[in-house]
């Protein structure tokens, strides 16, 4: 099956940092999402990116569909930007998500 | 308000115990699907459903039951043949009945005791 492999494991960051998560995959997909996991374990949708740029606020991500890899910016990170950030990416003819193991963010006041 | 609501939010149960756990959304998505996390883990599929009566088995199927008689809800029996059912189950829903974007409820942790 697909291998969704995202990097680094664990980040911790000085508020008001900057930080680029990745996320990089083994097939070719016609979906990605980023997702952030809050304390409580409430997934919110960040972004869906199957290919291109996109920004909403401090946060912008960027996927390359054709080097199989997605990229998520975090720029002036607060500590609400705490938590595990997922991306999940769904293969061609297939109807279901995959999704990487995340990563763990904590920011320090 | 839209959204996707699930039911309990905790729930406990003894060994060899049936269990069924409620995902209801009124977003008018065609498609949900059912997820489970282990601690410091990823999201793994168990089932999935792309339209009312029908559903297909995701990764991690074994052990676990779907229904789903309306378009709005797609509840989850963990059955006693799960041997290691403690986890946090996840529910979301899409849009269309491809894997369009994924829409996530609150969660519910399930212990056995």
């Known amino acids: 099956g697909i291998q969704v492999e995202q990097s680094p494991p664990d980040l911790i960051l000085q508020e008001g940092a900057n930080s680029t998560l990745r996320c990089n995959f083994s097939?070719?997909?016609?979906?990605l999402q980023w997702f952030h996991q809050n304390p409580w374990g409430q997934l919110i949708n960040l972004f869906y990116?199957?290919?291109g740029t996109k920004q909403n606020g401090r946060l912008s991500a960027t996927t390359v569909a054709t080097e199989r890899y997605s990229l998520l910016y975090i720029s002036s990170s607060q500590t609400t930007d705490s938590g595990v950030y997922f991306c999940?990416?769904?293969?061609?003819?297939?109807?279901?998500?995959?999704f990487g193991s995340g990563t763990k963010l904590n920011v320090k006041p | 308000d839209g959204g996707i609501t699930q039911s309990p939010k905790y729930l406990f149960r003894k060994e060899g115990q049936n269990v069924t756990l409620s995902c209801e959304q009124n977003?008018?998505?065609?498609?949900m699907y059912w997820y489970r996390q282990d601690p410091g883990q990823g999201l793994r599929l168990i089932y999935y459903?792309?339209?009312?009566?029908?559903?297909q088995k995701g990764d991690i199927a074994e052990g676990y039951s779907v229904s789903r008689e309306k378009k709005e809800s797609f509840p989850l029996t963990v059955t006693s043949a799960q041997k290691n059912p403690t986890a946090f189950y996840l529910c979301?829903?899409?849009?269309?009945?491809?894997?369009?974007?994924?829409?996530f409820g609150p969660g519910t942790r399930l212990t056995v005791l």
């Open positions: 979301a829903s899409s849009p269309g009945q491809g894997a369009d974007r994924q829409f």
């Open positions: 097939d070719s997909v016609n979906n």
């Open positions: 990116i199957p290919s």
């Open positions: 999940a990416v769904v293969i061609y003819n297939f109807n279901k998500f995959y």
């Open positions: 977003l008018n998505h065609d498609a």
């Open positions: 459903s792309q339209i009312v009566n029908d559903f």
